[in-house]
């Protein structure tokens, strides 16, 4: 599924405004949700997270690859903050601690934060996309 510019605008955005999270769940169920740091997107379809700390998100994943991320981003209105825009992108992950893709990314991640790990790196396939913004529209699919 190709992932619409203007999502993928809004979901770089919130990564500076640190509003990104993933969710995952044990093979018994139990959920998880972690803040994310660092999202790119490898092409059209395709997310990546990296691992620095993944700890119940590493183990879920070996388990239940299905993920969601989350993000919303938000602007000052009248004196408080209101969200502008929010989507969740549903998927299975692949996780990957070697590799030509690895070793660019954690290149990168280390030429700018050489204190940070990069314990391997999640590739997401997108398969839904959902509206999270509070309003009429929340929660509905809109790809």
Known sequence: MKIPQYVKEVLEAVQKERRLVVATSSKSAVPNAAPIGILRFVDDETLLIV????????NNLKKNPYVAI????????????STKAAYQLKGQARVESSGDLYERVKAEIKSKRPDLPVRAIVLIKVEEIYDVKPGPNAGKRIV
């Open 51 to 58: 691992d620095n700390y993944f700890l119940k998100t590493g």
């Open 70 to 81: 989350s993000g919303w981003h938000m602007e000052e209105k009248e004196g408080s903050l």
